[in-house]
C-alpha cells in the first residue's frame, strides 16, 4: 500500500522554480493523524546520501538546512494530507530525488520525485 506520494518535479534551468507536494495516504505514522506529525523534505543527489533539506512542525514552526535558506519554503496542508516545497533559484547542485517522511517518526520510503536543473 502507497503511503507517500511525492510530486512535481522536472527539468528546469538555473535560476527556475518548481513545487514539490506530497500526499500521504491513510495514516501510517503508527495511525496518528497527519496533522500531528513532523514532516520533512529529504533529497538525494546521485552518488551521495539522502539528505534532510527542510522539515516543519505540528504547528506550523519551519527548519532549513542552510544550502536552502533564503531560497525553498516548506508548507504543508493538514486538511489535504499534504506536504509542499516551493523552490526558488535552484541551482545545478538542487538536483536529485526528493522525498518527503516524518522527521521523528519515518515510514517506509516513497518512489520520490526527480528534480534536475540544468546550468
Known amino acids: 500500500q502507497v503511503q507517500l506520494v511525492e510530486s512535481g518535479g522536472g527539468l528546469v534551468q538555473a535560476g527556475g522554480s518548481l513545487r514539490l507536494s506530497c500526499v500521504v495516504s491513510?495514516?501510517?505514522?503508527?495511525?496518528?493523524?497527519?496533522?500531528?506529525?513532523?514532516m520533512g523534505w529529504y533529497r538525494q543527489a546521485p552518488g551521495k546520501q539522502r539528505e534532510p533539506v527542510a522539515n516543519?512542525?505540528?504547528?506550523?514552526?519551519?527548519n532549513y538546512a542552510d544550502f536552502v535558506k533564503g531560497r525553498f519554503t516548506i508548507s504543508r496542508d493538514n486538511a489535504k494530507n499534504s506536504l509542499y516545497l516551493q523552490m526558488n533559484d535552484l541551482k545545478p547542485e538542487d538536483t536529485g530525488v526528493y522525498y518527503c517522511?516524518?522527521?521523528?517518526?519515518?515510514?517506509?520510503w516513497g518512489q520520490g520525485t526527480q528534480v534536475t536543473v540544468s546550468s
Open positions: 517522511n516524518g522527521v521523528v517518526r519515518k515510514v517506509d
Open positions: 491513510g495514516r501510517p505514522f503508527t495511525g496518528s493523524p497527519f496533522s500531528v506529525n513532523f
Open positions: 516543519i512542525e505540528p504547528g506550523g514552526r519551519t
